[in-house]
């Protein structure tokens, strides 16, 4: 499981780092970036926060849905999309437009600040844990604790290292 995360985030950084004529990126984040109103870095924080909420919760709403039906591993490509496209989004943002010294820097720490709250509410209810009724497994908890803080932590790290530390490229 950790040899697939390791590879999977040297695949992204190779990803993020080559060269290409036009990086990909969703049209409506740049024209939003063309108002005056997110010019400014902390608005556009906000923007990227609420990006991430409704891409999570989008997400954890399809995969909640899906326990309903009985297809197998379809949840995977739903989590493999759902990476994509936040992927996807976090460039968009910064390809979106110049941006001045340390406004990267105030757009990663308010955007990826949703996983950072998400991650320290799941560590919360790990701490607090008290099973439901006895006999429940409380090994099986901890691992589905540890997955979610493991998602969320990968997550906050992941957006706040593309927004901050994604090279753009001037030729765009």
């Known amino acids: 499981m950790t040899l ?15 060269s290409r004529e036009k990086p ?3 049209k409506w984040i740049v024209s939003l970036s063309k108002h005056e109103r997110f010019r400014n870095p902390w608005l556009m924080g ?3 926060f609420g990006l991430n ?34 992927v996807l989004a976090w460039q968009s943002i910064v390809y979106s437009r110049d ?10 720490m308010v955007g990826s600040s ?17 099973p439901r009724y006895p006999g429940e497994d409380e090994f099986m908890s901890a691992i589905g604790y540890f997955m979610a803080e493991l998602v969320t932590g990968m997550a906050f ?15 765009v």
């Open 24 to 26: 990909y990126s969703f």
């Open 99 to 108: 941006w001045g010294k340390g406004e990267r820097l105030k757009v990663g």
């Open 114 to 130: 949703f996983y950072l709250f998400l991650f320290l509410f799941i560590l919360y209810k790990w701490v607090t844990y008290v």
């Open 46 to 48: 906000v923007l990227l």
């Open 157 to 171: 790290v992941i957006c706040f290292v593309m927004i901050v530390f994604l090279p753009v490229d001037k030729r």
């Open 53 to 86: 909420l409704f891409l999570f919760s989008a997400t954890a709403l399809i995969l909640y849905g899906m326990t309903f039906m009985m297809i197998p591993f379809i949840h995977l490509v739903v989590m493999a999309a759902a990476t994509a496209s936040s």
């Open 4 to 18: 697939i995360v390791v590879l999977g985030l040297i695949g992204l950084f190779f990803f993020m780092r080559r």
